[in-house]
């Protein structure tokens, strides 16, 4: 667990609206020879201290534009990183992401697709705002083993439904494992569409995945 | 005009390198950023410091607060529990006007109400803009010499009408946060005949969060305020390029329709779904639908009974 002053030091370089300092923190923690998966887990720390703070009802700490901001930083850090992560010779399992038709909110995705790579998996992320015809051709395509499906927007979340009937109506479904992640779902809610799993977080989606391949 | 500054965060920090950056910088006589943990750290032994802070404000007014006189104080971005805190710091600097824009519901102080009457009942006036962005004109002389360089977006534009493509583009007023400007850039050289590729160009621009000086209003549906700041900055865009805006296919539905209901009108005009390929979309959020209806009525453009609308003297 970070320190105090730790997390002071993280929070700014997330807040940093000019995201010099994400730069400096990254490449700080590199030269010291941090590994990559650990400094996310660290910058980690920093968005769910954010997002508490946005939640909290009682005494709010941080804005939308907190949000925005150091989703912004994370993604920079996730670039600058990206190189750092060492891949596997024979990828463990194929794995398809993509943000739901209606949201363009990605930086959970974004961090959940880092953390599959970064541990065998070879994904494909077909980005944000994704319709199901888009997801169906991909999956004919690419025969992955998972299907991870996010979204933000309680909007949007229907949406994730409607993927999963057209799955198998397509007779996709029996093949693939269907996770689903992001702000506005719940374990109940995937159990309802009948999804195979809930990531509440990018380590517990990453641990599922890893359950589904066997690994 | 000499500005201070009371801000936090990366909203209030991209709010002052905006205006700093775009000719204001010797107007800002100080920036101070106002966090809730440098109180509660001056103030470590007590409880309830908030409820305290609430009833006695100028004993938590922060130690190392610079006390340099201005004329208008911005507030940008505080927690809303600090608000009561702004009619004792805008005793102490002297401030003669308070601008206080709210781009995010939590933003707002607890004590709006309280605050507007502290102030006024000292001759100091004060504006809460929602989002900063609707900011046009004000009654008072200092929020109307900002107003005329930052707030709702006012652009001028050239076209290339042989190629139908944006030429050059002026901003006249640029949003606080940069966006409009930002916005501006992205859209030379492109072309604006097509209705829907231009309407998703803007949107996505002003929405697009890995830019520096994205929007960084609240976006939830329940209080769309970056979604009103898109709509404002596509009318600006839209008008300065000649094409109808929000306010021009309102007064055409209800002139067409002699005499229409409000909320069928706002059922037409206004999509929230991204749709862009609905040709009579105008505009994504109903509180823009609504800003334009107030403003069409002060026009005496139309003329507004019960739940109906006509054009004025029809």
């Given at each position: 667990m970070s320190s105090k002053r730790q997390i002071k030091e993280i929070l700014e370089a997330l807040l940093d609206f000019k995201g010099k300092k994400i730069e400096n923190y990254c490449s700080q923690k590199i030269n010291e020879g941090l590994q990559p998966n650990d400094i996310f887990k660290e910058l980690s720390l920093g968005l769910d201290e954010i997002g508490r703070g946005f939640e909290d009802e009682e005494f709010t700490r941080y804005f939308t534009s907190d949000l925005i901001v150091s989703g912004r930083n994370m993604k920079k850090a996730i670039e600058m990183l990206k190189s750092y992560f060492k891949k596997t010779e024979k990828p463990i399992g194929k794995a398809v992401?993509?943000?739901?038709?209606?949201?363009?909110?990605?930086?959970?995705?974004?961090?959940?697709?880092?953390?599959?790579?970064?541990?065998?998996?070879?994904?494909?992320?077909?980005?944000?705002?994704?319709?199901?015809?888009?997801?169906?051709?991909?999956?004919?395509?690419?025969?992955?083993?998972?299907?991870?499906?996010?979204?933000?927007?309680?909007?949007?979340?229907?949406?994730?439904?409607?993927?999963?009937?057209?799955?198998?109506?397509?007779?996709?479904?029996?093949?693939?494992?269907?996770?689903?992640?992001?702000g506005a779902v719940t374990e109940e809610f995937a159990k309802k569409i009948d999804a195979d799993a809930y990531g509440k977080d990018s380590i517990d989606g990453l641990k599922k995945c890893l359950s589904f391949v066997g690994a | 005009m000499r500005i201070y500054v009371i801000y936090c965060g990366p909203f209030g920090e991209q709010m002052i390198n905006n205006i700093a950056s775009t000719g204001f910088a010797d107007k800002i006589v100080n920036a101070y950023e106002l966090k809730p943990e440098t109180i509660k750290g001056e103030h470590a032994s007590e409880s309830n410091i908030w409820l305290k802070l609430w009833e006695e404000p100028e004993k938590y007014l922060p130690k190392d607060l610079p006390i340099i006189e201005c004329d208008l104080l911005l507030v940008l971005g505080i927690h809303s529990k600090l608000g009561d805190l702004i009619p004792s710091i805008v005793e102490k600097l002297g401030a003669k006007a308070v601008l206080y824009p709210i781009d995010d519901r939590k933003m707002g102080p607890e004590a709006k109400k309280t605050i507007l009457d502290d102030l006024e009942s000292k001759k100091i006036h004060v504006e809460f803009p929602e989002p900063f962005c609707t900011l046009d004109k004000s009654e008072n002389e200092f929020i109307n010499e900002f107003a005329k360089r930052f707030g709702r977006p006012k652009f001028e534009?050239?076209?290339?009408?042989?190629?139908?493509?944006?030429?050059?583009?002026?901003?006249?007023?640029?949003?606080?946060?940069?966006?409009?400007?930002m916005v501006g850039k992205k859209l030379v050289n492109f072309p604006y005949?097509?209705?829907?590729?231009?309407?998703?160009?803007?949107?996505?621009?002003?929405?697009?969060?890995?830019?520096?000086?994205?929007?960084?209003?609240?976006?939830?549906?329940?209080?769309?305020?970056?979604?009103?700041?898109?709509?404002?900055?596509?009318?600006?865009?839209?008008?300065?390029?000649?094409?109808?805006?929000?306010?021009?296919?309102?007064?055409?539905?209800?002139?067409?329709?002699?005499?229409?209901?409000?909320?069928?009108?706002?059922?037409?005009?206004?999509?929230?779904?991204?749709?862009?390929?609905?040709?009579?979309?105008?505009?994504?959020?109903?509180?823009?639908?609504?800003l334009y209806l107030d403003e069409l009525i002060g026009e005496k453009k139309i003329h507004r009974k019960n739940d109906k609308l006509r054009i004025a003297g029809s």
């Open positions: 992401i993509g943000t739901v038709k209606g949201d363009i909110h990605d930086i959970g995705k974004i961090i959940f697709a880092i953390m599959l790579e970064s541990n065998g998996f070879e994904v494909t992320d077909l980005g944000v705002d994704v319709d199901k015809a888009t997801f169906v051709e991909v999956l004919r395509k690419n025969k992955p083993k998972i299907l991870g499906l996010s979204a933000l927007l309680s909007s949007t979340v229907p949406y994730m439904k409607e993927i999963v009937e057209e799955l198998k109506k397509q007779n996709l479904r029996e093949q693939i494992k269907v996770i689903i992640g992001g | 534009i050239k076209l290339d009408e042989s190629k139908k493509m944006i030429k050059e583009v002026r901003v006249l007023r640029d949003s606080p946060g940069g966006s409009a400007a005949k097509d209705r829907e590729i231009f309407l998703k160009k803007i949107y996505e621009e002003h929405q697009n969060e890995d830019l520096e000086n994205s929007c960084l209003a609240e976006m939830d549906p329940i209080c769309p305020l970056m979604q009103e700041a898109g709509d404002l900055l596509k009318d600006a865009i839209f008008e300065a390029c000649n094409l109808p805006t929000t306010k021009d296919i309102i007064l055409k539905k209800i002139a067409d329709s002699k005499s229409i209901d409000v909320k069928k009108l706002e059922e037409i005009i206004v999509d929230g779904a991204g749709n862009w390929k609905n040709p009579e979309k105008a505009c994504d959020a109903s509180r823009t639908f609504y």
